[in-house]
């Protein structure tokens, strides 16, 4: 069995129970969003106590606020009415383990997926891949909680964010499943007048 077929199966099993889920209105219910990373160990519905419909999860790698995220944002409150923003880095994040000179030599020697090891990440092989990845800002994270800090205040300083808005910063801690709050994030993230 593929994992396509384990996709399929598991929705066909949701679509038999999906019921009232067919009336939930497109704003989100409880008027919020969170921008957090597409680790795979992190599932806001659950350490945010989500129910479908509650609220907008934009993921990316590393939770950062990009361009497309803060595009993302703006059309959640904009046009869907969301109130309140969290954003959400984690411990151990991949992001963590490389940068953007990194990144692009691993592209320009291989396509394939590269190994994380003690000393960092490293191509198994070097076919030849593209340099192209030497062009892209990849926005990696030295340091969690001033990451946090930058996304809060980029976000809260762009022209197309509206000022009333809160926006909260955390890191989620992947061995505890804690959300860790960081105050400066949160002060900067203050609504403006």
Known sequence: MTIKSDVESANAAYAES???????????????????CMDARLDPAKYAGLAEGDAHVV??????????AIRSMVISHKLLGTREWFVIHHTDCGMLFFDDGLMGDLLAGSLETAELTPEGFRNRSEPGGSTEGRFVKWHTI???EASVLEDV????HHPLVNPAIPIYGYVYD?????MNEIAAATGAGRPRS
Request: no cysteine; net charge positive; hydrophobic share 35%.
């Open 18 to 36: 999906f019921g009232d889920k067919a009336d939930l209105a497109l704003p989100p219910a409880r008027g919020f969003l969170i921008l957090t």
């Open 59 to 68: 993921r990316n790698a590393g939770g950062r606020a990009t361009d497309d």
């Open 142 to 144: 030295a340091d969690q």
């Open 153 to 156: 205040t980029r976000i809260r």
């Open 174 to 178: 992947v061995k505890t499943g804690r």
